[in-house]
């Protein structure tokens, strides 16, 4: 599950009703797919096991073989497992939902609902205004004529970067990008927080690599932007593609690595607004201010400084032409998906079949989701859990959150190692928490958002400037701990740090790793899993740096916070020391925060186990103790396989594990060693010494 690092921190519509959304097929599966107990609950997919192999010698391989021996990823995924099979499933109920807005139409909301998706699946009338809507903005770009005009072009560019967890879009700004959150030394205001941007490849490492399969790439993306720039009808496309590249290249050189934007400590830098020009000249920053709308902020938090400043000297540096063009292709490319086809296939083409493996693209319905969600995420949810979480669900849940966090406060009174001074701020910290379930307790605003039928370009700028608009509003008012990052209808979860607080989406809370239909053993080692996982990150490497009101401040004693590292890096060199490739390894300190979670909110959740059990071992169900199908139910959970391609970028690129290390994490619990008889002399066998605990 992800965190939030950001929390650390015009064509006139036709009246008539838009038809109803394409009813879509059911998930994708092949011959040789999951048995349905893998994805839809009811019990441990015992056929999905693979017995030849030795639990204590590679536990997910034992629990999951046959199943990865026998399913296929489908054409248009670049990987595949329990949670894209859920996603498929809520994908599936997402769309009857839309459809079912679009028909009705019951509130003003609920027709935005269906005009925006009804104008993103009508492909012919954005096949008929071709190149129209995008020549306004590419007609500006081309009239920038100095370096005033060139920065508040810029700053035109900046976006909110907040709904990266929700739908994996518009990840990275162009050049600089904006979090509104809390201010990290002062948590009861919200401050800007800016970020770097400018990349079109997922990583600095995709610029800069010397490996072959980085130049392959790059040779890719130029002829990837050629044929973008070619579609649009810009001359000199290879001249051009050229100088985006090389821009590229010099702002990948001056970003910060996955590993020091992950530091909260060299992130949190306060610059006055006036420090923007003395300490990263070279960018007109009142133009480009002015034009961002955030001229009247005093104080920034510059999360990358050196890429702050790098960028802002390139701005100066760099050939203007360069940067005309690379706003040019960037406002083509991040409206691909709302232009002729041709775009959104070549877009496809590079960021899915080159970059992941992935053979075919995914249905328009499905893409028409992601877009819809982006814009009215909120309003979507509202109506999906009104269909699909049940009051009964969200109560059993909220009971289950409450046995974990009583686990874990159990598991901390318990600490040998930690000082009386640091337990007690540990469990302020604790009882602080707010932790959201299905759904925020209020749903946002969208009466300001202008969604007109039929024109799919125009709503989703309409949304972006929406969104942005929001975000700036906090600024200046009482910080809001019950806002959530995270759609209703989105298969995840996250910790907000700063903020103190959890979410867990109503998507997520669903079979198989959520099933009343299930012996509690099953769902407390997979939803349980999960929910100490989330809870653990507020007391791991980063959340120990935030104090009970999310404010950044070491709450540990010396010798405490020393123990803590010392167990965090034999925990790295444990994950280190795996390698999915011969080429390539685990990054264990890049992943080091999601590795404690995952070690400490195991334990969390089996100690919850127990406790919802009366402190004793569940029954046996299905021919397995209750520990083992707490352990099974778990290593179940991160099913998952991908394309070459795609394992390679998530190695480089995400800071979790792949998943089948994840569910080998269980080797540093005493009580699986028991549950499935593990000896010395498994691969997987652990001296108790040698058994990272953390908490």
């Known amino acids: 599950m992800k965190r939030n690092l950001a929390l650390l921190l015009a064509l006139t519509a036709c009246a008539s009703t838009p038809p109803a959304p394409t009813a879509p097929a059911a998930p994708p599966t092949t011959a040789k797919a999951a048995t349905p107990s893998s994805s839809e609950g009811g019990g441990i997919d015992l056929a999905g096991v693979d017995r030849s192999i030795a639990p204590g010698d590679d536990f997910f391989a034992f629990a999951n073989g046959t199943w990865d021996k026998t399913t296929e990823i489908p054409a248009d995924r670049s990987n595949w497992g329990t949670g894209a099979i859920v996603s498929e499933r809520t994908a599936k109920r997402t769309a009857e939902v839309i459809a079912d807005a679009a028909k009705n139409g019951k509130s003003a909301d609920a027709r935005k609902v269906g ?57 990275t700004p162009d050049i600089l990008g904006l979090w509104v959150a809390q201010d990290l030394d002062d948590p009861t205001k919200y401050a800007p927080f800016l970020v770097q941007g400018g990349l079109s490849l997922p990583d600095r490492d995709y610029y800069l690599g010397k490996e072959p399969r980085m130049k392959e790439i790059r040779d890719a993306y130029k002829a990837h932007v050629v044929r973008v720039l070619t579609l649009a009808g810009l001359s000199e496309p290879d001249k051009r593609a050229a100088r985006i590249v090389d821009l590229e290249t010099k702002i990948a050189s001056v970003h910060a690595t996955r590993e020091e934007s992950e530091d909260v400590k060299k992130g949190n830098n306060h610059w006055a607004r006036a420090d923007l020009a003395k300490k990263a000249p070279g960018l007109d920053w009142e133009a480009f201010l002015s034009v961002a709308q955030l001229d009247k902020q005093a104080t920034f938090v510059v999360w990358q400084p050196k890429a702050l400043i790098g960028i802002s000297a390139l701005v100066k540096s760099a050939p203007l032409d360069a940067w005309k063009d690379f706003l040019a292709f960037h406002a083509i490319q991040d409206h691909a998906a709302f ?140 910080v809001d701990r019950g806002e959530w990052v995270l759609n209703a209808q989105l298969v995840n979860a996250a910790n907000l740090p700063a903020m103190n607080a959890l979410n867990f989406p109503a998507a997520v809370l669903q079979p198989p790793d959520f099933d009343p239909m299930r012996p509690l ?142 569910g080998d994490t269980v080797r540093n619990l005493d009580a699986w060693y028991t549950a499935w008889d593990v000896k010395p002399g498994q691969k997987l066998f652990l001296e108790s010494a040698a058994r990272v605990r953390v908490y």
């Open 115 to 171: 005009d925006y998706y009804a104008s993103f699946m009508d492909e012919a009338a954005i096949e008929a205004k071709g190149l129209e809507p995008i020549k306004a903005a590419l007609a500006m770009t081309a009239a920038i004529g100095d370096a005033k005009s060139l920065a508040r072009a810029l700053g035109g560019s900046v976006r909110a970067d907040v709904d990266v967890l929700n739908t994996g879009a518009l990840d």
């Open 339 to 478: 232009l002729p086809k041709a775009f959104g296939d070549e877009a496809f083409a590079f960021y899915e079949k080159t970059l992941n493996g992935t053979p075919h693209q995914r249905e328009r319905w499905k893409r028409a989701i992601d877009e819809t969600d982006f814009a009215l995420g909120e309003v979507i949810g509202k109506l999906y859990v009104e269909k699909y979480f049940p009051p009964s669900e969200k109560a059993r849940a909220e009971q289950m959150v409450k046995n974990v966090v009583a686990a874990f406060a159990t598991r901390i009174d318990a600490l040998d190692w930690m000082a009386p001074k640091t337990k007690e701020q540990a469990k302020a910290k604790l009882a602080a928490l707010k932790v959201g379930v299905g759904y925020p307790d209020k749903w946002r605003d969208y009466s300001s958002l202008e969604v007109v039928r039929g024109d799919a370009y125009g709503n989703f700028d309409r949304a972006l400037r929406f969104d942005y608009r929001r975000n700036l509003d906090k600024l200046g008012h009482a």
């Open 521 to 662: 053993a099953m769902d407390y080692g997979a939803m349980g899993a999960v929910i100490g996982h989330e809870i653990c990150h507020s007391f791991d490497d980063t959340g120990a740096l935030f104090d009970a009101t999310g404010k950044l401040n070491n709450w540990w004693t010396p010798e405490d916070f020393a123990h803590f590292r010392a167990s965090s890096a034999a925990l790295a060199a444990q994950f280190d020391a795996y390698a999915p490739f011969p080429d390539a390894h685990v990054n264990g300190k890049l992943t080091s925060s999601e590795n404690i979670a995952d070690v400490a909110g195991l334990n969390a959740a089996y100690a919850a186990y127990r406790l919802a059990n009366g402190g004793k071992e569940g029954p046996t169900v299905q021919g397995l103790t209750g520990d083992q199908q707490f352990f099974l139910s778990f290593a179940q959970t991160w099913r998952f396989k991908a394309r070459e391609a795609a394992a390679r970028q998530l190695l480089l690129t995400d800071v979790h594990a792949p998943a089948q290390y994840r």
